[in-house]
């Protein structure tokens, strides 16, 4: 015992030296895996733009010049009739009160753990968007491509995989992670393709109005968002709501990845106060019979002493020193008891231990971006959708502008990133990148075409 | 001293291990003892997918949905199962997956009489055309079907 006792020691300073270097190689990964979906969703939403905006509509230059030559430039005008100013920003400000409204709503059935209405609502409006959208996007293309599938096919083929698609983005339990994934990724294009139908001047103000609610419903106090947060985490659940959770980049950390996010459902409320009487009265039952506590918490797949050691390493690189004092403690006390079933309630000590920790980062809502129990990164579905109503918009003008746009999201969002590990709490991600995503917009549009068409005409460039 | 396991069930206690930490384990216990045995996953995600014993359960609910005219089901079952369909038959993890085999070969063949049925019929009515189904091939086709109906234009 004491040797296996003294092997596992040295053990110890060898793998926290590994910790450093594990977190720094999984962090490129971890961002691409967000970045990755984010940029697939914008490619989507243009390639949906391009192929069916309509030659009927006017496009943005006529509308420009119209403008231009008419009014004498200014922002007044903007593109068919009825589409000013002055609608665009009262259509924006109803929906910011709408979402706030609904939000609201939200938090309070929350509350009152109506967890099959928010379930039921998920459900109802992940398949509506599916079905309706979906079949709409479809028939589009179909008639824009001339594609000659029949009437029969189309009906067996399209609520088929909008059901399966709704299965698959609502249980992320019963399905490969992928299709999960991909079946977010096809609700968010579609809701992003529906609302770049808005007008010009409606959209862009839509835009700048969600990032600053993002902003104000997260950070300030009577936020909704941040109700709904205080709400979760206090209870320790998890709000049922459509986020975009990237896979954790070592499958060995992020053990029971989706076992965690189930079971927190059902497992051991606990507060940080608690920890520290869990971790000596399950030393005690150690050290008394052999029985297994059975803690009720989730179960350990694998019985390496390695994953033991890397659930101490990851909780090391990010935890209070007080955990890893005491799990190294666990790590000794492993050897000595040898039976079995014991070592199954001392691994699962650094996990409880690290819960309560964990889900202060965790953030479940449509609009935000947080740290998920397994260290992945999540982001809310809404974000992907207003990134890609942005790029969509700037696809109706010209591909310059998309590049820009593209460029511009892509800088806030690791910004944002870089904001997320710095502070690790919840963070709104709209507004940095729609901020910069506009101003990109706007420079492109006036200063950098003019440029670049000067270029071209005198031969100069490009 | 050998390296002790979790949830290896050598002792009498073995009955008071909570269920999900025994299984999943290679059922045979001689080869624990050379080293930590690998756990057996089912699902084609690995570690982040299903545990063994509920991957049977979801196997057969999946299996009978499917009949309520959802063939797709059947193909996430048999994408999701992947490792049950290509482990082969005398492994040793074909123990523990001989539950969940049957429910997935079953969907693999439905999904394929259903593809099989329904790529048949579409590749019949695009390469055939008007030529086979005669006028009655303009009623059929999707794009006139939505242009009857008003729905291809713009929504909202």
Known sequence: MADAAAATVPGEPSSSAAATTTVLDSLGEDITRIVTPVSTCMLLVVLLVSLLSSPSSPSPFTAAFSGGGGGGGGGGGGGGGGDDIATALITAVTFVVAVTAATFLLALLFYLRCTPCLRAYLGFSS??????????????????????????????????????????????????????????????????????????????????????YDLAAVLLPGGPLRVLLELAIERNEEIPALVYEARPVDPRHGQNWRLWRERTQSGVELDANSTVEVISEVLGTNHGANSAGN???????????????????????????????????????????????????????????????????????????????????????????????????????????????????????????????????????????????????????????????????????? | MEARVAGVPEDEESGLLPRPSAAGRRPSAAAARRAPPQPVWATVDGPLGLPLEEAEGHARRF??????????????????????????????????????????????????????????????????????????????????????????????
């Open chain 2, 63 to 156: 299996f009978l949905w499917g009949f309520a005219c959802l063939p797709f089901l059947w193909a996430i079952n048999c994408c999701y199962f992947w490792p049950v369909l290509r482990s082969p038959a005398t492994s040793s993890s074909s123990a523990a997956f001989s539950q969940i085999r049957p429910y997935v070969v079953r969907s693999a063949i439905g999904f394929t009489i259903f593809s099989v049925v329904l790529l048949t019929w579409a590749t019949t009515f695009i390469i055939g055309g008007e030529r086979l189904f005669g006028p009655g091939w303009n009623d059929l086709v999707m794009y006139n079907v939505a242009d009857k109906l008003g729905i291809s234009g713009f929504m909202g």
């Open chain 1, 127 to 212: 398949l509506s968007v599916l079905l309706l959208l979906g079949g709409h996007v479809a028939l589009l293309l179909l008639s824009r491509l001339r594609l000659p599938l029949d009437a029969v096919s189309f009906a067996l083929l399209l609520p088929n995989a909008a059901a399966a698609l709704a299965l698959a983005a609502l249980s992320p339990a019963s399905v490969p992670i992928a299709l999960h994934q991909a079946a977010l990724v096809a609700i968010a294009v579609l809701t992003a393709f529906w609302f770049t139908l808005l007008p010009e001047w409606t959209t862009w103000a839509l835009l700048v109005a969600m990032a600053v």
């Open chain 1, 295 to 462: 803690l009720g918490v989730s179960a350990i797949r694998s019985d390496e002493q390695v994953n033991l050691s890397g659930d101490v390493r990851r909780l090391g690189t990010s935890m209070p020193n007080l955990s890893s004092d005491s799990a190294s403690a666990q790590v000794e006390v492993l050897p000595a008891s040898p039976e079995t079933s014991v070592s199954v309630p001392e691994m699962r000590v650094p996990l409880i231990q690290s819960r309560p920790e964990r889900t202060r980062d965790e953030e479940d809502d449509e609009d935000g971006i947080g740290l998920s129990s397994s260290g992945a990164i999540k982001l809310g579905l809404g974000d992907f959708i207003f990134y890609s109503v942005l790029v969509g918009r700037a696809a109706m003008y010209d591909y310059m502008t998309v590049y820009a746009c593209y460029l511009a999201i892509i800088a806030g969002l690791g910004i944002t990133l870089l904001l997320l590990a710095f502070y690790r709490k919840a963070l709104p991600a709209l507004p940095v990148s729609i901020a910069l995503g506009v101003v990109f917009y706007v420079l492109t549009r006036t200063l950098l075409e003019t440029f670049v068409m000067q270029c071209s005409t005198n031969l100069l460039m490009f």
